[in-house]
């Protein structure tokens, strides 16, 4: 099975930018589809975005569909999430998800292993 471990968090203010990464062991990652999640104090988690295994298939969230990008490196193992123009309202803690298959999904429930997450607070 893979694991997975992000990094990249950190304080930034509103319209900075931060690049998240996460790094996959363990598995072979090109198997596996990936997914970006985060959740905010009090509120149920959110699908942020997704890649597929070749990385030629992505889907971002309407929230962030114009200033975050996803992509992934599979001879390096990582997936990474560059967010730019960042608002308050992105603060959240970030998880990185993989999902055996090839499809991207934005469900939760879909992914089969999880990051510890990292966190993203961004001031006004």
């Known amino acids: 099975q893979v694991q997975v471990k992000e990094s990249g968090g950190g304080l930034v203010q509103a319209g900075g930018s931060l690049r998240l990464s996460c790094a996959a062991s363990g598995g072979t990652f090109s198997t596996y589809a990936m997914g970006w999640f985060r959740q905010a104090p009090g509120k149920e988690r959110e699908f942020v975005a997704s890649?597929?295994?070749?990385?030629?298939?992505?889907s971002l969230a309407g929230s962030v569909k114009d200033r975050f990008t996803i992509s992934r490196d599979n001879t390096k193992t990582t997936v990474a999430l560059q967010m730019n123009s960042l608002k308050p309202e992105d603060t959240a803690v970030y998880y990185c998800a993989a999902r055996r298959g090839s499809q991207v999904t934005a469900t939760p429930g879909d992914y089969d292993y999880w990051g510890q997450g990292t966190q993203v607070t961004v001031s006004s």
């Open positions: 890649i597929s295994r070749g990385g030629t298939s992505t």
